[in-house]
């Protein structure tokens, strides 16, 4: 009967050997699929791209070579060469784990237009200073790089849904923010990273899908003077960046009940007087039509949502509010079934000057 400690010691090195033979397997596959694509492609497992799992597969290689060195009984004279063995991969095993924490923290995102896939997936790598991602077109656990993206501050854009995809032309571009916004800003004033990338034909995406936002951190502070007042200048410059934004989203490019492509520069902004008290309230009403009327109006909702803005629902139509900022309310209505078009309606808080 062999003795039980030595048992236990074939026993760990049978799994630490399993363990080795696994991750010189996928060294061995992610430079096989580099090889054979001449570097543009890699593996892709979850949120591990080439750097995390060749970075991971060394970890296990050498932390499972030490200890299949360790529990293997070596004759007197080989004994200094198995010491000499143990040491170098505990110090390679130190090194992969250094090289993890440089790699940093990893997330893949589905980059997501309006709720449906696009069949791209966004891998970001969080540092101490920063972070970094790549734009994957992904085919099973092969994926092609397309894109490079960016962020300041240990950022992360995508994993925490400060991007927006708009589509023309076959094209999908690709707009995200570098820096994260703070509570009660203004999101669509934060994009500064943008990219492109074509539309994948031949797939069908998957809808209903709902990207996850981590909250934003509560503002610090304020030190600086109060506000201005609010004039119909400074709302009407609000409004315009907001239904730019949002006609931006919608499906194709937007176009009047005539068929005119819309001139964001010439929106049609009045003034009317408010019911509630003294002063007027700036007021667009805008109707229009789009590639897809329902998808739209999807797209633009969630645009006002990333700006900040309150959720309701009147009867047949989609209410944004904020109590709080300039362009108070915005209601979009489909009415395809009748004229094909879509109307939107934005007001302001009431302006007293």
Known sequence: MPRPAASRRRTVARVAGALFAFATAVVL??????AATSGTASLLIGPLDERSLMSLAMLIAFLSLGIGLWSVDAPRWMLALKIIGIVLAACATALAAVVITLVGDAKATPLLQGDCDTGYVVVEHRSLRGSSGTVYRQ???IATSVARTS?????????????AVTQADGTLSVSYAINRPNAGSNPLGTYAGAFSVPVLEGRTPQCGLDAHREPLPSPAPATT????PVTAASVDDETTELVSASLDAAS?????ASGAPIDTAALPIRSVACAEGPGTRRELR?????????RSVADILKIWDRAGYEKDRAMQEDIRYSEGRPVERMSVRETSSTDGLV?????S?????
């Open 151 to 163: 962020g300041d501050d240990a950022y992360e854009p995508f994993a925490m849904g400060g991007y």
């Open 29 to 34: 596959g992610q430079l096989g699929v580099s």
């Open 349 to 353: 808080a009431c302006i007293v000057e």
């Open 343 to 347: 109307h939107l309606t934005v007001s």
């Open 225 to 228: 003077p109060e506000p201005a």
């Open 139 to 141: 085919d099973g656990l």
């Open 286 to 294: 805008l109707d229009f039509r789009t590639d897809d009327n329902t």
């Open 252 to 256: 194709g490019t937007a176009v009047d």
